[in-house]
Every structure is written in structure tokens, then in C-alpha cells.
């Protein structure tokens, strides 16, 4: 599989993109964890998991998406060069796992019930279509 990994600011007034970057394929995870300031990623093809270190650069009031210059996006186009399916584990980062020196990564488990802490009513993410959050 090969990527192409694009980052931007659309401006969703004027319709108008601005400060497109593209993200360079890391040499390693090691490489890639230790140059987080760099627009990197990686895709460990053992495992089939493409990670990327994301983080947003413009100033934002409160809780906005998006900062007064636009909203920043990133897009990623895979091209899957062979047939082959793979099943994911369920944990990419084992905590014996030497590569992993610099920084220690989790995947973060799905809610299955609301947060008690965090003001929200209803858990997002749902199957059901009939359910409706924006009024």
C-alpha cells in the first residue's frame, strides 16, 4: 500500500485553501516518534496500522474546530497494491516492544456508554441512523 498524505486550511467563508503540505513516508517508527515536529508518517507493513502524528498549528477559541484562518484538514489516498486482506491487531504497540523507546503509544478503547465527565449526553458515534444530534 502507498500513501499520499496532504494537510491544509480551507477557509470555509471564502472557499479558498491555503498552506497546502504534503507528509513524507519516516524511514521507522523510531524515526517518526522522535520527529514529531515534522510532517511524517508510517506504515508498518507487518501489521497494516499507518501512523501519523497529527496536531493542529493555528490558535482556536474554546472549543472550535476550526482557528479564524480556516479549518485545518488532513487527507490521506491510499493505493492498495495487492489483494491481500489483513485483520489488524487489536493492539499495534505491545509495551515489550523495543521500537517503541521514545514515547509510549496507546490506542485509545471505544466508549460504549456516555462520559459521565465530559458533558455529553449520548455517545456520538451510533449505527442508527434514525438518531439525530444537530437539531
Given at each position: 500500500?502507498?500513501?499520499?498524505?496532504?494537510?491544509?486550511?480551507?477557509?470555509?467563508?471564502?472557499?479558498?485553501?491555503?498552506?497546502?503540505?504534503?507528509?513524507?513516508?519516516?524511514?521507522?517508527?523510531?524515526?517518526?516518534?522522535?520527529?514529531?515536529?515534522?510532517?511524517?508518517?508510517?506504515?508498518?507493513?507487518?501489521?497494516?496500522?499507518?501512523?501519523?502524528?497529527?496536531?493542529?498549528?493555528?490558535?482556536?477559541?474554546?472549543?472550535?474546530?476550526?482557528?479564524?484562518q480556516g479549518c485545518e484538514r488532513v487527507k490521506i489516498i491510499a493505493h492498495k497494491t495487492s489483494k491481500d486482506s489483513?485483520?489488524?491487531?487489536?493492539?499495534?504497540?505491545?509495551?515489550?516492544?523495543?521500537?517503541?523507546?521514545?514515547?509510549?503509544?496507546?490506542?485509545?478503547?471505544r466508549l460504549s456508554s456516555p462520559c459521565s465527565q465530559c458533558g455529553a449526553s449520548k455517545v456520538a458515534i451510533t449505527?442508527?441512523?434514525?438518531?439525530?444530534?444537530?437539531?
Open positions: 500500500t502507498t500513501f499520499k498524505i496532504v494537510s491544509d486550511v480551507n477557509n470555509r467563508q471564502t472557499g479558498k485553501v491555503h498552506s497546502v503540505e504534503h507528509y513524507t513516508l519516516a524511514p521507522s517508527l523510531q524515526f517518526l516518534l522522535e520527529n514529531t515536529q515534522k510532517r511524517l508518517y508510517y506504515f508498518d507493513k507487518k501489521s497494516g496500522y499507518l501512523l501519523i502524528h497529527l496536531q493542529a498549528n493555528l490558535a482556536r477559541k474554546g472549543h472550535s474546530y476550526c482557528a479564524k489483513r485483520r489488524c491487531s487489536s493492539n499495534p504497540f505491545p509495551a515489550n516492544d523495543p521500537k517503541i523507546l521514545a514515547k509510549h503509544l496507546s490506542v485509545s478503547p449505527s442508527d441512523p434514525s438518531v439525530r444530534y444537530v437539531k
